[in-house]
């Protein structure tokens, strides 16, 4: 998941501006939770979620945690603690103690368990420092079974964006960090009472080795981790993507060669070739799209053509202007500009009147659904944006793929996205659970 998306403004000639946004032992959470209401009790796949702490301090369209719909979830984990520059001090919380102090009064009052995730895209800079000798891994681990002591939490899910890759753009990385991340999470399983749960948000493909490419073999890792949530999305997007493309694709084999980039398909192969059975592994669904500006001389008359990823207009900008939330334009944690997110929210589109609640175009916007990709595309041919997301129906196909793969259930990013009414999630659940 991603600390770092911010939902993109628009002017009203465009979208409207949306609000800001934002990443085996047996199941300790699922099986000591004996005070699970009773929808968690019945469901037979794990059902989760991250909960960002500025969603409860934003400015504007709050989502607070009390409004979480803490019985349909399993567990929910908060977003993020980050580790310090200095290891020999406590994890941080960015987003204030208040926002995460009113989360933990809330799962306490409503009987769910929680976790903490550790990192995020702009809490890894110092991961790699973190774990790099024995004597820091021990300090780390230290701080780490403090912090879920303290707050009486119930596990650890580390965010590490990413072992031996850069991520935000001024992270610490080494060639030795997968193995000594490997050795911390062991010393943590060691020292961690029972039940306690360990899981990782991996990229969709397995964590670099020294040589900088993805390990065939993290069986090791499947040994200390009780799950891995599969982060199956953020595949393409205006930032970093040179052609318009679905967010979170279910399967990009019947793409076109050359934007056969991943999927949720593909990674779940390589992950599982490389070690993890299909029972440790959670789907990582993403409740937000991505929009990008694409002239009309690449999308064309014809709707059909919306999936064929066409090319960006040169200037992207426009997804971002002066009604852009705070951060937008300020220097981020590494000292650059920020630059439009181009992120929308599915419930804040359906707000505003982009999409239905089941997320079909309304208003004469272009829609279509690509069934390759499972995902769905709206355009405005007047302000020349275009916008995939996973509609109900992408999240019914995903429940469909956790049931038959034999997946251990679902992780959102995030549970402050959603409809009202949980229209993804209801959508996911019902159909991960169908007999």
Known sequence: MKAFLVIVALTSFVFGAPTCSRQRPSSGINSAASNATATSQTQSKLVTGWYGGWYGSRAS????????PWEKYSYVTY???VPSEDVQQNLELPDGEAAFNDFIEQARAKNVKTMISVGGWSG?????????????????????????????????????????????GCNVISDNDTANFLELLKIVRQQAPEGFKLTAAVGITPW?????NPLTDVSEFAKVLDHIEIMGYDVYGATFSKVAGPNAPLDDSCAPTDQQTGSVTSALKQWTAAGFSS???MLGV????????????????????????PSLAEDQTILGTAEAPGDYGQLDICGNTTGPG???????????????????GVGGLLFQYDECSQTAYVYNSTSEILINYDSTQSFVAKG???RENDLAGLAMWNVGSDTSDNSLLDAITSSMNAE
């Not at 701080?143 to 002591?149: G, R």
């Not at 670099?208 to 900088?212: E, K, L, V």
């Open 124 to 168: 890894s800079r110092f991961f790699s420092s973190s774990v790099a000798t024995a004597d820091s891994r021990t300090a780390f681990a230290k701080a780490l079974l403090n912090f879920t002591t303290v707050h009486n939490m119930s596990g650890i899910d580390f965010d590490w964006e990413f072992p031996n890759k850069q991520g935000m």
């Open 79 to 81: 977003g993020f603690a």
């Open 61 to 68: 369209d709050k989502f607070t945690a009390s409004q979480i």
């Open 286 to 309: 993403a409740s937000y799209g991505h929009g990008f500006r694409v002239p009309n001389s690449s999308i064309g008359n014809d709707p059909q053509k919306l999936a064929q990823f």
């Open 279 to 281: 029972n440790q592994i």
């Open 208 to 212: 670099n080795g020294p040589d900088g």
């Open 400 to 402: 469909e793929f956790i």
């Open 342 to 360: 181009g992120v929308f929210e599915y419930g804040d589109m359906v707000k505003r009147g982009i999409i239905d609640s089941k997320g079909n």
